[in-house]
């Protein structure tokens, strides 16, 4: 898999889960990672375990939470987590497309 990175640009000109969905062009959540390849780099991503040992309602509840949390953090660290609150968005689009 090819690891793609959102650039500053990207970062502050999505705007709404469309945007994002458009800049994807059609690409998965599970190929892109936002803010470094830390998880990209190892042989399985976190949350495919996730979503393979939780529940189906409990896989959306951690992504849920995650939207969340970088909601309200953006702003407050020096990371991109609007970027990853929209990441976490598309995965949930992924798997759960009328929520």
């Given at each position: 898999m090819t690891t793609k990175q959102a650039t500053d640009d990207q970062v502050y000109s999505v705007k709404t889960l469309a945007d994002f969905a458009?800049?994807?062009?059609?690409?998965s959540a599970d190929d892109i990672q936002v803010g470094g390849t830390?998880?990209?780099?190892?042989a399985i991503q976190p949350w495919a375990v996730m979503e393979a040992v939780?529940?189906?309602?409990?896989?959306?509840?951690?992504?849920k939470g995650n939207i969340i949390k970088y909601s309200l953090r953006q702003?407050?660290?020096?990371?991109?987590?609007?970027e990853k609150a929209r990441h976490y968005m598309a995965k949930l689009n992924e798997i759960e497309p009328k929520w």
């Open positions: 458009d800049q994807l062009n059609g690409t830390h998880y990209k780099d190892m939780l529940t189906h309602a409990e896989f959306v509840g951690f992504l702003g407050k660290k020096d990371s991109p987590d609007a």
